[in-house]
């Protein structure tokens, strides 16, 4: 309520995280998708670009994810896999 920091993440982020359910997901710098509980335990995190992420939002269930490597990526939120990907046309 005052606007002090009560906890703070080792990450940076250039895209802005996505906050659903009770979970943020945080695409970073260095190409991962970090998922925190808002109570600001690390869930899970994986790496799924070799780039960083510019954008993250949610489609049919599925976490989709933009990179700097110009590809568009559907990450199944359970796993962590990449279900589907999809080039932007640029390298």
Do not use: C
Not at 53 to 74: C, E, M, Q, T, Y
């Amino acid at each position: 309520d005052n606007g002090a920091i009560n906890l703070s993440f080792g990450l940076r982020a250039q895209a802005h995280p996505v906050l659903k359910g009770d979970a943020l997901y945080i695409g970073t710098d260095e190409g991962e998708v970090v998922i925190i509980k808002t109570s600001g335990e690390i869930i899970k995190r994986k790496t799924v670009s070799s780039q960083a992420i510019s954008a993250l939002s949610w489609w049919n269930d599925h976490l989709i994810v933009a990179s700097f490597d110009g590809k568009l990526r559907a990450i199944d939120p359970l796993s962590m896999e990449t279900i589907d990907q999809f080039s932007l046309g640029y390298d």
